[in-house]
């Protein structure tokens, strides 16, 4: 079966420092690949998505970064934090049979 | 552009109640698909339900049913008997596919549900 894979699952970081959160996919291959953000209380806003390795493509111009160095991986990035970066960071993965989408378990960010 | 909208911000209910959350979307696709998600405190998003827009059969899952109707594009959940675990956000969504084969979900603003006990 499959799994996805988030981690960390918290995250406590300065305003200015830099971001690095990972997803990993098992169970399938060539997955498409989504991250999302919740900000608190709210809906789920798509930040970036990819249909396959080093194909990234872009919802929302912003701060952040994404990239898909491998099959199964997708990693979310920033060079530097902004106090509006602070949310919980879900990534999730379809398949080609089907179109709902799967989720991890999220990371929460807190910038400070 | 597709919307979804959740009307109900959050509703409270006493446990062993019926309770319907609401889901009504736009779309000008013929053929889409519609989800409802689960998200509990812990935050991950579970899966529920899938329904593609040629299929209006309702759906019942022991204490969950939907009712989908094109006629109104709505997709509403009801959760028979509520129990304190039913307690969470509930996320009603739209799918799209887009050139790249990728699927394009608008998700609504959810419902938060509280089980009283």
């Known amino acids: 079966s499959q799994t996805i894979h988030q981690w960390p699952a918290t995250l406590v970081q300065p305003v200015g420092s830099p971001l690095s959160l990972e997803c990993t996919v098992e169970?399938?291959?060539?997955?498409?690949l989504y991250w999302y953000r919740q900000a608190a209380g709210r809906g789920l806003q798509l930040l970036f998505y990819s249909v396959g390795i080093g194909q990234i493509s872009s919802e929302v111009p912003q701060n952040l970064s994404a990239s898909r160095p491998q099959d199964r991986q997708f990693i979310l990035s920033s060079k530097k934090l902004l106090l509006s970066d602070s949310g919980f960071y879900l990534c999730?993965?379809?398949?080609?049979?089907?179109?709902?989408?799967?989720f991890g378990p999220g990371t929460r960010l807190t910038v400070l | 552009a597709q919307k979804v909208t959740q009307a109900q911000t959050e509703i409270s209910v006493v446990e062993k109640e019926d309770v319907t959350l609401d889901c009504v979307y736009e779309?000008?696709?013929?053929?889409?698909?519609l989800f409802w998600y689960k998200q509990p405190p812990s935050g991950e998003l579970v899966f529920l339900i899938r329904r593609n827009s040629f299929d209006e059969q309702n759906e019942i899952s022991g204490r969950y049913s939907w009712n989908f109707q094109k006629s109104t594009s709505s997709f509403n959940f009801t959760i028979t008997a509520s129990q304190v675990v039913d307690s969470a956000v509930y996320f009603c969504a739209l799918s799209e596919e887009m050139l790249g084969g990728y699927q394009k979900v608008t998700f609504g603003t959810g419902t938060k549900l509280q089980v009283i006990p």
């Open positions: 999730a993965w379809t398949g080609h049979y089907y179109n709902e989408q799967f």
């Open positions: 169970g399938t291959s060539n997955p498409n």
């Open positions: 779309t000008r696709d013929t053929t889409y698909y």
